[in-house]
């Protein structure tokens, strides 16, 4: 395959790196402190674009591939992870689902509302069920004419910001991963609720919280494909979640190593700037290589699904394990290099080093991503 960006893709990241010149990497450190993004903030950035950018053009978004989305992540979640997961959950999870497994009715009833500005959330994880899917306790039960929905979902990035929820729930007990269904929720459902917003150590500035439903009335139309197909739409969604995670991790990767090579040039120590010690500049060459690494990683996965191919749970497994694994590497490198100073919130790589630790937790643990790999080579 051509590494060479798409015109797209270019034009893309150049509007993704004007707007967090401007509004994000100024305002950042403030997010963080006060744990979220501002209204105002969201409402340019969807004007942009940023939070249609998998939307179909003929719903109103950008319809842009997933090279050119992964891109933007990249940018977005240098300037601010959180934010920058905010946009990804948008689209690579919520949008996703519906343009790959929802019918075109549904498409056509929610998409072009999220392209207009309403916000999407995810709800699969549990007390009991995370990496384990076929655990969850949530269930739907068939009313004739609607669905009745029970059961509490946690860790729900965008839940306080969300119009509308893709909620997984159990349909039939008894099936095991057959018996799992997903459901687009209105945020205004009777009966639907919200818990306090999690006080995270990194990704502050972005809303997660536990969504509770008691009795939630949800219309037959709102199932998302058929009955008993939720776990292929879940494992199906990661595939390109895994991809805006990677995309995160290499953004907050790119924004450390930036901030180690400028800070090496100006701290001097012997009578000279410490870029010139051996040092310095071998951790610096090592974390470059991992960052440029962990970048074609996740751009081959993006431009694999970007050719229809169905079955990339490897790729995406790959690239998310390795950005993952790396983001943390360089944001340690990173904070080592700028010694104290690097330990205190004056300096930006604290918070890098804060934001890169989720990247190896949600969307699959490292340790999921290894029994995904592996699992796919010796099936092979």
Same mark, same amino acid.
């Given at each position: 395959?051509?590494?060479?960006?798409?015109?797209?893709?270019?034009?893309?990241?150049?509007?993704?790196?004007?707007?967090?010149?401007?509004?994000?990497?100024?305002?950042?450190?403030?997010?963080?402190?006060?744990?979220?993004?501002?209204?105002?903030?969201?409402?340019?950035?969807?004007?942009?674009?940023?939070?249609?950018?998998?939307?179909?053009?003929?719903?109103?978004?950008?319809?842009?591939?997933?090279?050119?989305?992964?891109?933007?992540?990249?940018?977005?979640?240098?300037?601010?992870?959180?934010?920058?997961?905010?946009?990804?959950?948008?689209?690579?999870?919520?949008?996703?689902?519906?343009?790959?497994?929802?019918?075109?009715?549904?498409?056509?009833?929610?998409?072009?509302?999220?392209?207009?500005?309403?916000?999407?959330?995810?709800?699969?994880?549990?007390?009991?069920?995370?990496?384990?899917?076929?655990?969850?306790?949530?269930?739907?039960?068939?009313?004739?004419?609607?669905?009745?929905?029970?059961?509490?979902?946690?860790?729900?990035?965008?839940?306080?910001?969300?119009?509308?929820?893709?909620?997984?729930?159990?349909?039939?007990?008894?099936? @095991? =991963?057959? %018996?799992?269904? +997903?459901?687009? !929720?209105?945020?205004?459902?009777?009966? /639907?609720?919200?818990?306090? &917003?999690?006080?995270?150590?990194?990704?502050?500035?972005?809303?997660?919280?536990?969504?509770?439903?008691?009795?939630?009335?949800?219309?037959?139309?709102?199932?998302?494909?058929?009955?008993?197909?939720?776990?292929?739409?879940?494992?199906?969604?990661?595939?390109? @979640? =895994?991809? %805006?995670?990677? +995309?995160?991790? !290499?953004?907050?990767?790119?924004?450390? /190593?930036?901030?180690?090579? &400028?800070?090496?040039?100006?701290?001097?120590?012997?009578?000279?700037?410490?870029?010139?010690?051996?040092?310095?500049?071998?951790?610096?060459?090592?974390?470059?290589?991992?960052?440029?690494?962990?970048?074609?990683?996740?751009?081959?996965?993006?431009?694999?699904?970007?050719?229809?191919?169905?079955?990339?749970?490897?790729?995406?497994?790959?690239?998310?394990?390795?950005?993952?694994?790396?983001?943390?590497?360089?944001?340690?490198?990173?904070?080592?290099?700028?010694?104290?100073?690097?330990?205190?919130?004056?300096?930006?790589?604290?918070?890098?080093?804060?934001?890169?630790?989720?990247?190896?937790?949600?969307?699959?643990?490292?340790?999921?991503?290894?029994?995904?790999?592996?699992?796919?080579?010796?099936?092979?």
């Amino acid at each position: 395959m051509s590494y060479q960006l798409t015109e797209e893709a270019v034009d893309m990241r150049e509007a993704a790196r004007e707007f967090t010149e401007k509004r994000v990497y100024p305002n950042a450190e403030e997010w963080d402190a006060k744990g979220e993004v501002p209204a105002e903030i969201i409402k340019e950035a969807q004007d942009l674009g940023f939070f249609g950018m998998l939307i179909p053009e003929k719903h109103g978004g950008l319809g842009l591939s997933m090279l050119a989305y992964s891109v933007v992540i990249e940018e977005l979640s240098a300037a601010s992870a959180g934010f920058g997961i905010t946009v990804s959950v948008n689209n690579s999870l919520f949008v996703q689902a519906l343009n790959e497994f929802a019918t075109e009715s549904l498409q056509a009833k929610y998409l072009p509302k999220v392209a207009e500005g309403w916000i999407g959330a995810y709800c699969l994880s549990e007390a009991g069920a995370g990496t384990d899917i076929v655990s969850i306790g949530c269930t739907a039960v068939d009313k004739g004419d609607h669905y009745l929905l029970n059961g509490n979902k946690l860790w729900v990035t965008n839940a306080g910001l969300a119009n509308l929820f893709i909620v997984f729930t159990k349909t039939d007990p008894a099936a @095991g =991963r057959k %018996g799992i269904s +997903a459901f687009v !929720v209105e945020a205004e459902s009777e009966g /639907l609720s919200l818990g306090k &917003k999690e006080n995270k150590l990194g990704i502050r500035c972005s809303d997660t919280r536990e969504v509770i439903l008691v009795d939630v009335k949800v219309p037959k139309e709102n199932l998302i494909g058929v009955e008993g197909d939720g776990f292929k739409t879940a494992v199906g969604i990661l595939n390109g @979640g =895994r991809i %805006g995670v990677g +995309a995160q991790a !290499v953004g907050i990767g790119m924004a450390a /190593l930036n901030e180690a090579i &400028k800070y090496s040039k100006e701290r001097v120590q012997f009578n000279q700037p410490i870029a010139n010690f051996q040092a310095i500049q071998f951790k610096i060459a090592d974390m470059a290589t991992r960052l440029e690494a962990s970048r074609l990683l996740v751009y081959r996965a993006a431009a694999l699904k970007d050719t229809g191919e169905k079955f990339i749970h490897r790729e995406a497994s790959m690239a998310k394990l390795f950005a993952s694994q790396s983001a943390n590497y360089i944001a340690d490198q990173a904070l080592q290099i700028h010694g104290g100073y690097g330990y205190i919130k004056e300096y930006p790589v604290e918070r890098y080093f804060r934001d890169a630790r989720i990247t190896e937790i949600y969307e699959g643990t490292t340790e999921a991503q290894l029994m995904v790999i592996s699992r796919d080579l010796l099936r092979d």
